[in-house]
T-cell receptor
Framework: GQSLEQPSEVTAVEGAIVQINCTYQTSGFYGLSWYQQHDGGAPTFLSY????GLEETGRFSSFLSRSDSYGYLLLQELQMKDSASYFC???????????FGTGTRLLVSP | DGGITQSPKYLFRKEGQNVTLSCEQN?????MYWYRQDPGQGLRLIYY???????QKGDIAEGYSVSREKKESFPLTVTSAQKNPTAFYLC??????????????FGDGTRLSIL
């Protein structure tokens, strides 16, 4: 099977940079995705890494290293509205099925 | 605007009762999914469907059933066999198989509780 591990909680202050790590075990996958979910809300797509390396989308960047079974989401210039849960997810090779990690709760303080 | 609509937002189930959660999308997506989320946990896949009239069990299908009679609709029934149904249920859709980088789009969810 597939499994993904993330830290349960990360705290940071406004304006700072924070990195959320994701380590995984899998026999094969297409890529690593990241989703954001505010309390009580729907997850929204942030980023996708199909290849090794860094993908940048505005204040958010995501990185994947298949040789290390590791990825991370980097959030820069943190804002209060970034307080949310962040999930990494593997895209299964058989279909577009996603396997989600347990999520990291990010708390941004003033 | 295109999107996914889930209803109802809140649902209460009596013991021994089956309840059905609605999920409709107007994104013209082929694939649809149902997830269960427990407090402080990640999303676990219940069922998914690649095309109309076809669906597969996910990781926690026991006690649930689905149908996919129309492209736009993927209702989930929580049966009386599901002994711990209290959770947040999320429906999602994505572009067809073969597009491996297509993100999943989620509805706003249904909170199901036992009376």
């Amino acid at each position: 099977g597939q499994s993904l591990e993330q830290p349960s909680e990360v705290t940071a202050v406004e304006g700072a940079i924070v990195q959320i790590n994701c380590t995984y075990q899998t026999s094969g996958f297409y890529g690593l995705s990241w989703y954001q979910q505010h309390d009580g809300g729907a997850p929204t797509f942030l980023s996708y890494n199909g290849l090794d390396g860094l993908e940048e989308t505005g204040r958010f960047s995501s990185f994947l290293s298949r040789s290390d079974s590791y990825g991370y989401l980097l959030l820069q210039e943190l804002q209060m509205k970034d307080s949310a849960s962040y999930f990494c997810a593997l895209r299964d090779t058989g279909f577009q099925k996603l396997v989600f990690g347990t999520g990291t709760r990010l708390l941004v303080s003033p | 605007d295109g999107g996914i609509t889930q209803s109802p937002k809140y649902l209460f189930r009596k013991e021994g009762q089956n309840v059905t959660l609605s999920c409709e999308q107007n994104l013209n997506h082929d694939a649809m999914y149902w997830y269960r989320q427990d407090p402080g946990q990640g999303l676990r896949l219940i069922y998914y469907s690649q095309i109309v009239n076809d669906f597969q069990k996910g990781d926690i299908a026991e006690g649930y059933s689905v149908s996919r009679e129309k492209k736009e609709s993927f209702p989930l029934t929580v049966t009386s066999a599901q002994k711990n149904p209290t959770a947040f249920y999320l429906c999602a859709s994505s572009g067809g198989a073969g597009f491996s980088n297509q993100p999943q789009h989620f509805g706003d969810g249904t909170r199901l509780s036992i009376l």
